[in-house]
């Protein structure tokens, strides 16, 4: 049995340098307080609870003072600064660059917006905390979409600026911002000009890893794609691997491996999400390989 760990695999820029961050604070300070998971897998967020990052959520966040909390890749709302300030709280920030020039050009939009009594429609996943650091920046005026139901609460004949949560599908973006200009074709005509701004503002180390776990996918019999069971980009990206290879299993860690998915012949691929790290992926390439002669039983 061949197997192989995908190379494009694990953490993205903004998660990997979160981590590095809390990490490097955590060697001389006491304490490091983290406003929500740093990253959607439960196995990182462990190892880094038993070097001492607590989690905590906003409400918490609100009873603190006089302490370092860090703020995740997923960035936040205008709100967390403001609460810091009152609370006397140091933020250790690891939002990531590209979410937070995301923000900015969400704040810009809306003031044009506001201006023209337009709308800003942002194609994500309601209560992400991405998503929520986006709409803070509208004053929670944005219209969050991702099915094609979301679409009743934007007004057609109003201007349409519309972004993108930026780990959300390429294809699905494309595929929302189509219905929404028909949308707006259907309510003003045809041939009225379009007051419609679509913004492709998917990070593209992201959405680059869709065509290369396809043609990894391919290239191997078997797919172990590892990703906790929270990360909605896990969830976007073994999909892909899914629609290109059936044999494809979604597992958070080398527990829940199966030996019966596997032959002694199979070339076995292992690959995850933007969340996942390297060397989760490691422990279950050396837990199949210690395993693999039971395979060949099977």
Not at 22 to 36: F, N, R, T, V, W
Request: one cysteine or more; charged letters at 30%; a negative charge.
């Amino acid at each position: 049995m061949e197997v192989t760990i995908d190379k494009n695999s694990g953490y993205c820029f903004g998660v990997e340098f979160a981590i590095k961050m809390a990490e490097d604070e955590m060697e001389h300070s006491e304490k490091l307080y983290c406003l929500g998971d740093i990253v959607h897998n439960d196995m990182e967020v462990k190892r880094l609870s038993a070097k001492g990052l607590e989690v905590i959520d906003r409400e918490q966040l609100s009873q603190l003072s006089d302490c370092k909390v860090l703020i995740r890749a997923h960035g936040e709302p205008p709100e967390t600064y403001k609460t810091a300030i009152e609370n006397n709280i140091e933020l250790i920030d690891a939002s990531c660059p590209v979410v937070l020039k995301l923000q900015h050009r969400v704040k810009n939009a809306f003031d044009k917006m506001e201006r023209e009594e337009g709308q800003i429609v942002i194609y994500g996943k309601k209560g992400h905390a991405e998503v929520i650091g986006l709409t803070g920046q509208t004053l929670e005026k944005a219209i969050v979409v991702m099915e094609d139901s979301d679409l009743e609460k934007i007004d057609f004949t109003r201007p349409v600026t519309l972004f993108s949560q930026t780990t959300k599908s390429t294809k699905g973006f494309y595929e929302i911002s189509k219905k929404i200009e028909e949308r707006i074709k259907a309510s003003k005509g045809e041939l009225t000009e379009l007051d419609y701004n679509a913004n492709d503002s998917i990070c593209r180390q992201v959405s680059n890893r869709e065509p290369q776990l396809q043609r990894f996918a391919k290239e191997n019999d078997v797919i172990l794609f590892v990703s906790g069971k929270k990360s909605s980009n896990g969830k976007a990206l073994y999909q892909v691997c899914l629609n290109e290879n059936s044999r494809s299993f979604f597992i958070e860690n080398e527990t829940e491996l199966d030996l019966e998915w596997f032959s002694k012949d199979d070339k076995v691929g292992i690959c995850g999400a933007t969340s996942t790290p390297m060397w989760l992926m490691e422990r279950v390439k050396e837990y199949l390989e210690l395993h693999s002669e039971q395979v060949l039983t099977v």
